[in-house]
């Protein structure tokens, strides 16, 4: 039907522009953080990319429901404003009519929005967590930048310059806190220092060149030292409790599906199945929201209605969040559906009786 193919095209060519724009505006405040993380030494520049990549599922979970909302609020403005639909609607199609042409398209969207949410988004939260698992062993001389004195745990590092490669150091300071209140603090000083790869990568190796070793003992006025020629420090890397431990958001369906008897599960698993059902309640949302007169232009709903869709997506969030504090069952999530579901069908009754409301009040008011 030629209507249908118009409709689609310009609704999935319109929701692919509003969809790659809010992509790209997320995308580049992640962009950003991350290169702040890296320019600590926190985090290898090389992998950045591969961060945001396996975190665009996690995004494009919210992205796609607001952008296909936003895109068919212009498309079907843009038709009200053009006249478009006046004409349809003297030639037998209604407004209700083009929706159900659309549902087809609408069909196919909830499957791609249930493909994010249950698979995709996991598997990339699982990648994420394993790339951010390798990056947080750095420490140590890792985090080291020239001229800066660099605080990691109990140890506090500063070299006068680096070289590129970050095997090479000169005037270096280290000092080491201890952990016991009774054994010293460690004060280390040198001309320069290689770094040694560690096979078991579960350390900072450095051989530290020419320098003095002191023995610091806090509040009281003591110290030993000694000098050296050569000094093999080796840092052992702090290890992480919840580097073993798997992130609700990164488990798969089955996985959840065993420990619904935990609230943060529970709030995860009816997030998933849920989340879809946004794309359907977009289309009943946007059909009745998009009404306007030509004089009024094809944006003067634009922003209430993306409140009240946005409103939409922070009930559930927040309905997952009282969920994970088993302040709330699992009817929660379909009781917001249905709402929103109602609240757009008497949109689209109102809008459809509101017409012959009014004659009748015209006749009467004559009579």
Request: charged share 20%; aromatic share 10%; net charge positive.
């Amino acid at each position: 039907m030629i209507i249908r193919r118009y409709l689609v095209r310009q609704v999935l060519s319109t929701s692919a522009v509003v969809v790659g724009l809010l992509t790209l505006i997320m995308l580049g405040g992640r962009l950003i953080k991350y290169f702040g993380v890296a320019a600590q030494g926190r985090l290898d520049a090389s992998v950045l990319f591969t961060i945001i990549a396996f975190r665009l599922p996690e995004f494009l979970t919210l992205i796609l429901p607001l952008g296909f909302f936003v895109g068919l609020m212009l498309v079907f403005g843009r038709l009200y404003v053009d006249h478009e639909m006046a004409v349809l609607n003297s030639s037998g199609v209604s407004r209700d009519s083009l929706g159900i042409l659309l549902i087809p398209m609408t069909l196919l969207l909830i499957i791609a929005e249930a493909a994010l949410v249950i698979q995709l988004t996991p598997w990339g939260n699982r990648k994420f967590d394993q790339v951010t698992a390798t990056q947080a062993v750095r420490s140590g001389f890792d985090l080291v930048r020239p001229r800066e004195f660099v605080s990691s745990g109990r140890y506090t590092i500063y070299a006068g310059s680096l070289s590129e490669d970050r095997r090479d150091l000169q005037d270096i300071f280290f000092y080491e806190r201890s952990e016991q209140p009774n054994k010293p603090d460690m004060l280390i000083m040198a001309e320069r220092a290689t770094r040694v790869v560690d096979p078991t990568n579960r350390a900072s190796v450095v051989d530290l060149i020419r320098g003095r070793r002191y023995e610091i003992y806090p509040g009281k006025p003591e110290y030993t030292h000694a000098e050296f020629a050569t000094y093999r420090l080796r840092i052992e890397h702090a290890s992480d409790p919840e580097l073993g431990t798997q992130r609700v958001e990164a488990m798969s369906m089955t996985a959840l599906a065993k420990r619904l008897n935990e609230p943060v599960i529970r709030s995860e698993f009816g997030w998933r199945l849920s989340a879809p059902w946004v794309m359907a309640l977009a289309l009943i949302l946007a059909l009745p929201l998009s009404q306007v007169n030509p004089r009024q232009g094809r944006y003067y709903r634009l922003f209430p209605a993306v409140m009240i869709f946005a409103s939409l997506i922070v009930a559930l969030m927040a309905v997952k969040t009282r969920i994970s504090k088993d302040k709330l069952g699992l009817w929660g999530y379909p009781l917001v559906l249905v709402i929103y579901l109602v609240v757009g069908l008497l949109l689209s009754r109102r809008q459809r009786l509101s017409p012959q409301a009014a004659k009748r009040i015209k006749e009467a008011a004559q009579s």
